[in-house]
Antibody, heavy 121, light 111 residues
């Protein structure tokens, strides 16, 4: 059973960089799947941030691309998210998830519990 | 403004059947990309409900069904139960954005 757990600071100051890590258990990141980050502002819907394959290939939401970096550490079975120059609009629950990719499409099969990140001074 | 359009809310009495629509365009659903559905119970992470338009993961009751036609997709829930009260999201791939897109979500209220 694939399990995911987000970790990182719950409070980030405006203009600084948000950094989160997702630890995967029950499955080796190197075995396959893509891995993604999705966020949900309070009271709002889901927004795809980006995805990464274990080889390091990345795909980002065009609206966030200039500020996002997703990386993978197969030795720790983790992948990470960095979002720079944050503002209050980046306040959200951030989820990591496994992404089953096929035919240029795919779905998020397993989700972490989510972590709330608040951007405030 | 979400790329995929869902009604903000639907409601139904216990035992009834409700449907939730998800409307896209020629760059996503209309281009043939599959639609997937997620259920988000209050205060919890989304959970995969339907994948590949109409397939249920193990453990999802057959009261939940999905379909797709043209530029739209639908999620149907029959025999409504109180525990079905949740937010439901559709998701697909968009070739213009080269990535995943979600609907704005639909809040299901069981009366």
């Amino acid at each position: 059973q694939v399990q995911l757990q987000e970790s990182g600071p719950g409070l980030v100051k405006p203009s600084e960089t948000l950094s989160l890590t997702c630890t995967v258990s029950g499955y080796s990141i190197s075995s396959g799947y893509y891995w993604g980050w999705i966020r949900q502002p309070p009271g709002k819907g889901l927004e795809w941030i980006g995805s990464i394959y274990h080889s390091g290939s990345t795909y980002y939401n065009p609206s966030l691309k200039s500020r996002v970096t997703i990386s993978v550490d197969t030795s720790k079975n983790q992948f990470s998210l960095k979002l720079s120059s944050v503002t209050a609009a980046d306040t959200a629950v951030y989820y990591c998830a496994s992404f089953l990719y096929y035919d240029s499409s795919g779905y998020y099969k397993n989700w972490g519990q989510g972590t709330l990140v608040t951007v405030s001074s | 403004q979400s790329v995929l359009t869902q009604p903000p809310s639907v409601s139904g009495a216990p035992g009834q059947r409700v449907t939730i629509s998800c409307t896209g365009s020629s760059s996503n659903i209309g281009a043939g990309y599959d639609v997937h559905w997620y259920q988000q119970l209050p205060g919890t992470a989304p959970k995969l409900l339907i994948y590949g338009n109409s397939n249920r993961p193990s453990g999802v009751p057959d009261r939940f069904s999905g379909s797709k036609s043209g530029t739209s997709a639908s999620l149907a829930i029959s025999g409504l139960q109180a525990e079905d009260e949740a937010d439901y999201y559709c998701q697909s791939y968009d070739s213009s954005l080269s990535g995943s897109v979600f609907g704005g979500g639909t809040k299901l209220t069981v009366l």
